[in-house]
Nanobody, 126 residues
């Protein structure tokens, strides 16, 4: 599976961005798609995931501000980010797993994802 992110950029605190992740044909009937972010010198951090049933889960740091969604007809994953804060500044990556995820324990582990995009930079200024 090839993944290509887009939609990153620079915004002021309180602003919004929508990230997109276009994927090649994903034929698994059961899967998990996720967003992670990483700043230099730190480990990749889980942001949110959505499974093949459309159930969503979020990290506490973004709950209520970010919304993950998918358009299966277009093979595209989205991350709507509202009320952005400077601490949201990071490189954002989308990831795909052929394994179903129903809870944060599995969804938050980057080792459970087999395919990754190249990342898109999000910078939030105060």
């Amino acid at each position: 599976v090839q993944l290509v992110e887009s939609g990153g950029g620079s915004v002021q605190s309180g602003g919004s961005l929508r990230l997109s992740c276009a994927s090649s044909t994903y034929t698994y009937s059961s899967y998990c798609m996720g967003w992670f972010r990483q700043v230099p010198g730190k480990e990749r951090a889980w942001v949110s995931s959505i499974n093949s049933r459309g159930s969503t889960i979020y990290a506490d740091s973004v709950k209520g501000r970010f919304t993950i969604s998918q358009d299966n007809a277009r093979n595209t994953l989205y991350l709507q980010m509202n009320s952005l804060k400077p601490e949201d500044t990071a490189m954002y990556y989308c990831a795909a797993s052929k394994d179903y995820c129903s809870g944060s324990w599995r969804a938050s582990n980057p080792d459970n994802y087999q395919s990754w995009g190249q990342g898109t930079q999000v910078t939030v200024s105060s």
